[in-house]
């Protein structure tokens, strides 16, 4: 079963353009990463934000996490060619529970 | 790119088979964890071993099984293959547990 649901499940900008994906989930985590994936090949794993965090950055990219509703952020500041991927949240359940990953985001960035 | 490989890239078996996939983890890293990709979705959690014991299972039939190495690296053994086992298997190593994954670039396998 899939805890993390990204929305949307597909979204097309052009290269500059921001991009926002979102991500809601069920129960109780530790913390909640991003993962991304080219062409149905290995994930990479883009950011992780913890429980007690708000917000975080790296890059070009901000993560944002609400508790409170069970929701995450991932925005893609000026985005390039290169973004074009899947976009996984992935959510580490209290007590060391195994990762679950959401259905994904497929972006794509039009040049 | 990671330091996790995996091998093979690609394999076609018939119903009925049994199958053996491989991965070697990235060096320091005592975790790998297994997933399932089908199409168009995410991937799900197999199973974890940690320092080569068994550390956490999801929910897939026991014809699932896997080892892990004293070097650390692992196997996915997948008897009395099914249609629906066709995906991309993927392996991720990690420091500890569920922390940050590294993933090899995954064996597609098609079962006919």
């Known amino acids: 079963s899939q805890q993390g649901e990204e929305d949307p499940q597909a979204l097309s900008i052009q290269e500059g353009e921001n991009a926002t994906m979102n991500c809601s989930y069920k129960?109780?985590?530790?913390?909640l990463q991003w993962y991304r994936q080219n062409s149905g090949r290995g994930l990479v794993h883009l950011i992780l934000?913890?429980?007690?965090?708000r917000e975080k950055h790296s890059g070009r990219l901000r993560v944002t996490l609400d508790t409170s509703k069970k929701s995450s952020s991932l925005l893609i500041t000026a985005s390039r060619a290169a973004d074009t991927a899947s976009y996984f949240c992935?959510?580490?359940?209290?007590?060391?529970?195994?990762?679950?990953f959401g259905k994904g985001t497929r972006l794509s960035v039009i040049a | 790119e990671t330091g996790v490989t995996q091998s093979p890239t690609h394999l076609i078996k018939t119903r009925g088979q049994q199958v053996t996939l491989r991965c070697s983890s990235q060096?320091?890293?005592?975790?790998v964890s297994w997933y399932q990709q089908a199409l168009g979705q995410g991937p799900q959690f197999i199973f974890q071993?940690?320092?080569?014991?068994?550390?956490g299972r999801g929910n897939f039939p026991p014809r699932f099984s896997g080892l892990q190495f004293p070097n650390y690296s692992s196997e996915l053994n997948v008897n009395a293959l099914e249609l629906d086992d066709s995906a991309l298997y993927l392996c991720?190593?990690?420091?500890?547990?569920?922390?940050?994954?590294?993933f090899g670039p995954g064996t597609r396998l098609t079962v006919l």
């Open positions: 129960t109780s985590i530790n913390n």
């Open positions: 992935a959510t580490e359940g209290s007590g060391n529970t195994p990762l679950v």
């Open positions: 071993y940690y320092r080569e014991e068994e550390n």
């Open positions: 060096s320091g890293h005592n975790t």
């Open positions: 934000i913890r429980s007690n965090e």
């Open positions: 991720a190593s990690s420091l500890r547990h569920y922390n940050e994954q590294f």
